[in-house]
């Protein structure tokens, strides 16, 4: 017979098929589709396992791609809100602590407060780990916007200030990284990617 601790991992895991029809704004790379929410999440926890060696503080990789793997699950409910949206950023909050309860809710009690914690975590932004995952984040949309020729920045006249205020975590994160994202910002503002 099924425990029901079983069937509630299984029927959480199940829930979670749904990230991959959550769209985001951001387009792949290569223009063909906008990327969706299991897409992003597979991508910056793979980032993290690739840079996390340039990061400015000692972090637990490990906890970093747990939290980057987590980090959006709550978007099932509550949805993507594009980082420019600033009517849509007014609800946010409200909306993803609602999904946060009801996703979270769905497991055991262990395993629904571990995940959650982990959220919690990366929005806080407090420790080391949490602080690298949040630039890893913002980081591979950067990434998405650039090498596309511009992407979401073109379609909504993202100013220069905008892009700086949204990557600001990476500069918190990593010298490095961030002397490498500030030399492509300047570059896209040059070829009118990114509104001066």
Sequence with gaps: MVSERLKKDMDFIIELDKMK??????????????????????????????????????????????MLLVHDLIEIYAGDTFCYDVEGSKSKKERE?????????MLDEDKGRELR??????????????VFA??????????????????????????????YN???????????????VTNLIEDAVRKGYIAG
């Design 117 to 130: 914690s982990l959220w919690d975590e990366f929005e806080e932004m407090r420790t080391n780990e949490a």
């Design 21 to 66: 029809s959550i769209m985001r704004q951001t387009t792949l790379i290569d223009g063909s589709k906008r990327e969706d929410d299991a897409e992003h999440s597979w991508h910056i926890a793979v980032m993290a396992m690739v840079l996390h060696e340039y990061s400015n503080a000692p972090i637990d990789v490990c906890k970093v791609i747990k």
């Design 97 to 105: 602590l609602e999904a946060a309860e009801k996703l979270y809710g």
């Design 166 to 180: 949204r990557i600001a975590p990476i500069e918190k994160a990593s010298d490095k990284l961030w002397e490498f």
């Design 134 to 163: 949040a630039a890893m984040d913002r980081l591979q949309p950067l990434f998405s916007n650039y090498y596309s020729g511009g992407g979401t920045w073109v379609k909504h006249n993202v100013t220069k200030e905008q892009v």
